[in-house]
């Protein structure tokens, strides 16, 4: 079987369009797509119709924001997402389905305007959760990208899955293995002799960590620009990799600001994993999923190369439309119920910081509209725009993929996509995300 896997993934690294088509879907067949990311029920034919010798190739790894694709670039991006490697052991962390699965109760109505969206944007599904029911519940039409997926898909989260590690960070003080959000870091031999050594976990959730001189998002700076010369992406390697190349001997600028990356996250879901040992790690994620958020399907972390001593967790995360949707509600529940955890919730809401970004999207640290806000905490975005009276803990990702929590009114958002921009692809994000978490189900009545 690892013989089979390694010629396969050998296969699909050019991604060419006949590749998709032909060597790669026969690879699927002989390995009966186990693990994978797409259902048994969905049938690989529907893929084989795509004519992907349409699709634009962008030599970055994702759609460029300001790109305005067309349709088989889109169908091709997300089924890249979805196959670009088979899920195994060797490279995920999984967490089976609970035996006690949380069942949605369902009182829809229709959305001329959201049907509309779906028709034009990049959205693959959106759903509408409110007083224990989800009210809108559709999926991109079939002649666009709703063939390509149902109810059994484990979609992409990109930078959704940032708010994970927080929320599993929180089980793991209220099992004991971490003290609090006010530990620090020092006892974790993987971050000596860097700026993160002595850092609080208070810090690292809230992305204040004083590395703005060397990393944003997913690269190293050189003179504050991305380095494009040598070791830049920081989203792949394992910790014990990414510090002893990039971190050694560095220290924290005095001025701690808002620097959104990806090694922040990282470090939290990592530092889990040093703290609780491989076996109790996975009966973490199994007691945060399965017991607590009763998932109907497998979900999976990526893993990084390497053993998990040199902290190869990361948190690209794969899971359904509708578990999205129960890990919401999980977080909802928890802050609701004031358990340990919500509590837990409370405490990074209370300790936010400003973002001090631009909230017109303009500078070269400006963020997309659907991640705008004037706050971040623990990992979640918070005072969106238009409803900063409410408490929202926001989950947001490349693409357009936001998931927004209205923990004192019960309504959830959850929206996935495979594209997002501020031109042909700009979502309504007024009407698709603030509006309903502010006036609720009758945000669709009028």
């Known amino acids: 079987m690892k013989r089979i896997i390694l010629i396969f993934l050998i296969l699909i690294t050019n991604l060419n369009a006949s590749d998709l088509t032909n060597s790669y879907l026969t690879g699927l067949d002989r390995l009966n797509k186990v693990l994978s990311n797409s259902p048994e029920s969905l049938d690989l034919e529907v893929f084989r119709e795509v004519n992907f010798d349409k699709a634009t190739k962008y030599k970055s790894w994702n759609i460029p924001f300001k790109a305005n694709p067309n349709l088989e670039t889109l169908q091709y991006y997300f089924y890249r997402d979805l196959f670009a490697s088979i899920p195994n052991e060797y490279n995920r962390?999984?967490?089976?389905?609970?035996?006690?699965?949380?069942?949605?109760?369902?009182?829809?109505?229709?959305?001329?305007?959201?049907?509309?969206?779906?028709?034009?944007?990049?959205?693959?599904?959106?759903?509408?959760?409110?007083?224990?029911?989800?009210?809108?519940?559709?999926?991109?039409?079939?002649?666009?990208?709703?063939?390509?997926?149902?109810?059994?898909?484990?979609f992409r989260s990109n930078s959704m899955g940032k708010s994970l590690p927080s929320y599993i960070l929180g089980h793991a003080i209220c099992e004991g293995y971490i003290d609090s959000v006010d530990s620090t870091i020092s006892d974790w031999g993987l971050v000596k002799n860097t700026l993160y050594e002595n850092q609080k976990l208070i810090d690292i959730l809230n992305m204040t960590t004083g590395d703005q001189k060397y990393v944003y998002d997913s690269h190293m700076l050189i003179n504050g620009r991305v380095n494009r010369e040598g070791y830049t992406n920081v989203d792949n390697p394992n910790i014990e990799s990414i510090m002893k190349v990039s971190f050694q001997d560095t220290q924290p600028e005095k001025k701690r600001i808002y620097n959104y990356n990806v090694v922040n996250t990282s470090l939290i879901f990592n530092y889990i994993l040093f703290k609780t040992g491989d076996a109790n790690f996975q009966k973490l994620l199994n007691k945060v999923f399965q017991e607590k958020v009763k998932i109907k399907n497998l979900v999976s972390f990526y893993k990084n190369d390497g053993p998990s001593s040199s902290g190869n967790a990361h948190n690209m995360f794969y899971a359904t439309r509708f578990d999205y949707l129960r890990i919401a509600k999980a977080i909802m529940d928890d802050y609701q119920n004031n358990t340990c955890v919500g509590k837990y919730l409370k405490e990074i809401y209370d300790r936010r910081i400003p973002k001090g970004v631009s909230m017109s999207g303009d500078g070269k640290r400006g963020e997309p509209q659907f991640n705008r806000t004037y706050s971040y905490g623990g990992q979640f975005h918070l005072d969106y725009p238009g409803i900063r009276d409410k408490i929202v803990f926001g989950l947001g990702g490349y693409g357009g993929k936001a998931i927004l929590i209205d923990v004192e009114d019960s309504r959830i958002v959850v929206v996935n996509t495979i594209h997002f921009n501020h031109d042909r692809y700009k979502y309504n994000v007024k009407k698709l995300l603030i509006n309903p978490i502010k006036h609720g189900k009758k945000s669709f009545e009028k």
Request: aromatic content about 16%; glycine content about 4%; cysteine-free.
């Open 93 to 154: 962390y999984f967490v089976t389905p609970s035996q006690n699965t949380y069942e949605f109760k369902f009182d829809k109505i229709e959305n001329k305007f959201v049907k509309k969206q779906l028709k034009t944007k990049g959205i693959l599904s959106y759903l509408y959760f409110e007083d224990d029911k989800i009210i809108i519940d559709e999926v991109s039409p079939k002649e666009r990208l709703g063939k390509l997926f149902n109810d059994e898909t484990k």
